[in-house]
């Protein structure tokens, strides 16, 4: 034998999914949605559409669009109750992740005046602590300066600041070059000297190039 495989006592036990369809989707030949959800619902997949083929889109939201537009009802979408309801849909099967806490996270965005705090009254802001906050920023380093990634992440250790996310994603600026966004505990002193805003100084003179999205208030459950 070749290779770090190593025996086990232990019996193999394959997911299974936590619902079955509603409808026969033996008819199904390919399937859309974003690679996410795919990953989410492997379970099902593997046993009701195992071998059909999978087709990444950039959202849940667009694979149903896309499969509105198909006169042979031989494609599905992996995406909302909402979605399939907007481009007037058949729901095939319901609840098809595999855990039943999975959720998604989204970003309410708005065109306007730089605001970082915008969540809330004054008063709400006031009585949060920062631990009860969180935020997110974003850079570009030297990929050719050996260690240039550590150094920027190096900075959050140095003002004892909690990561919660990490992600890269290719910058389109060059072949390999990527964005890191990183999201983290704390927001910004409002006079301007706190543990955050000395970090985004050091961390602008670390890497190529930084940017600050903006902090809001933790909702999740602790």
């Known amino acids: ?26 008819h199904i030949r390919r399937l859309l949605s974003h690679p996410q959800a795919f990953g989410q619902c492997e379970a099902f997949l593997s046993t009701y559409l195992k071998g059909v083929e999978r087709q990444d889109v950039s959202s849940t939201s667009k694979a149903a669009e896309i499969v509105s537009r198909d006169p042979t009802g031989a494609t599905a979408a992996i995406s909302s109750k909402v979605a399939a309801q907007v481009h007037d849909l058949d729901v095939l099967a319901k ?13 309410f965005l708005c065109r306007g005046p730089y605001n970082e705090v915008s969540v809330g009254s004054d008063a709400q802001q006031e009585r949060e602590s920062d631990q009860s906050w969180k935020t997110l920023v974003a850079f570009t380093i030297d990929h050719h300066a050996p260690g240039a990634l550590a150094d920027a992440l190096m900075v959050f ?27 983290f505990v704390g927001r910004k002193a409002p006079n301007g000297h706190g543990p955050v805003n000395e970090a985004f ?15 809001w208030i933790n909702r999740l459950k602790r």
């Open 157 to 183: 250790k140095t003002y004892n600041l909690n990561l919660t996310s990490i992600n890269s994603r290719p910058s389109r600026l060059s072949p390999w070059h990527y964005i890191f966004f990183v999201e």
């Open 201 to 215: 100084a050091e961390l602008k003179a670390t890497t190529v190039d930084c940017r600050w999205y903006g902090s």
């Open 95 to 107: 609840g098809i992740e595999d855990q039943d806490d999975n959720t998604t996270r989204f970003f």
């Open 1 to 26: 034998m070749s290779g770090d495989a190593t025996p086990t006592p232990e019996t193999p036990r394959p997911m299974r999914p936590r619902v079955q369809p509603l409808k026969d989707i033996r």
